[in-house]
Antibody, heavy 124, light 107 residues
């Protein structure tokens, strides 16, 4: 059973860059069958999809965040990461990493297994 | 962006009741609609993908239907462990978007 675990700072100052890492166990980020995603949930609000990446480097970003976001993958460490620049209080959220399934019968890739999430607060 | 609207926002039902949650998309998304269950402090759990396909390990009391803009999640016989918030999610167009959630409570 694949497991995902987010790691990173719980507190980031406004205008700084947030970097989160997702470590995958029980599966390989190099598997061509999956994409690897980031999703966030601000307090009391709905889930917001951020981006996903394939081990080949193919990516897809939420246009509302694209200018500030980068998603990277490190197959040697079996990890993928999220970088979000110029953060503001609006970026305060629980950030989830997830594996995504897709292929025939799917339009886009659907998160199926998620990490437990990590709360990131943006405050000076 | 495609807007996803769920109804009701919350409901309270008894164990054994049949529960129905609806989700409406602001434009047609074919059958690219998924349902998640989220319990407090936990990550979302995929229940149904592409409108009607039950994810492995999910109890058969959960079912999904619909196409185009209108979709339904049904719990045929509500169990205590089904107390959670349920989200619909469209995977038709970028950006993928979620509904606002339906909180299901047990009477």
């Amino acid at each position: 059973q694949v497991q995902l675990q987010e790691s990173g700072p719980g507190l980031v100052k406004p205008s700084e860059t947030l970097t989160l890492t997702c470590t995958v166990s029980g599966g390989s980020v190099s598997s061509g069958r999956y994409y690897w995603s980031w999703i966030r949930q601000p307090p009391g609000k709905r889930l917001e999809w951020i981006a996903y990446i394939h081990y080949t480097g193919t990516t897809n970003y939420n246009p509302s965040l694209k200018s500030r976001v980068a998603i990277l993958i490190d197959t040697s460490k079996n990890q993928f990461s999220l970088r979000l620049s110029s953060v503001t209080a609006a970026d305060t959220a629980v950030y989830y990493c997830a594996r995504a399934i897709g292929g025939a019968g799917f339009a886009l890739w659907v998160p199926d297994h998620w990490g437990q999430g990590t709360l990131v607060s943006v405050s000076s | 962006d495609i807007q996803m609207t769920q109804s009701p926002s919350s409901l309270s039902a008894s164990v054994g009741d049949r529960v129905t949650i609806t989700c409406r998309a602001s434009q047609s998304i074919s059958t690219y609609l998924n349902w998640y269950q989220q319990k407090p402090g936990e990550a979302p759990n995929l229940l149904i993908f592409t409108a009607l396909n039950l994810q492995s390990g999910v109890p058969s009391r959960f079912s999904g239907s619909g196409s185009g803009t209108d979709f339904t999640l049904t719990i045929s016989s509500l169990q205590p462990e089904d107390s959670a918030t349920y989200y619909c999610h469209q995977s038709h167009s970028t950006p993928q978007t979620f509904g606002q959630g339906t909180k299901v409570e047990i009477k």
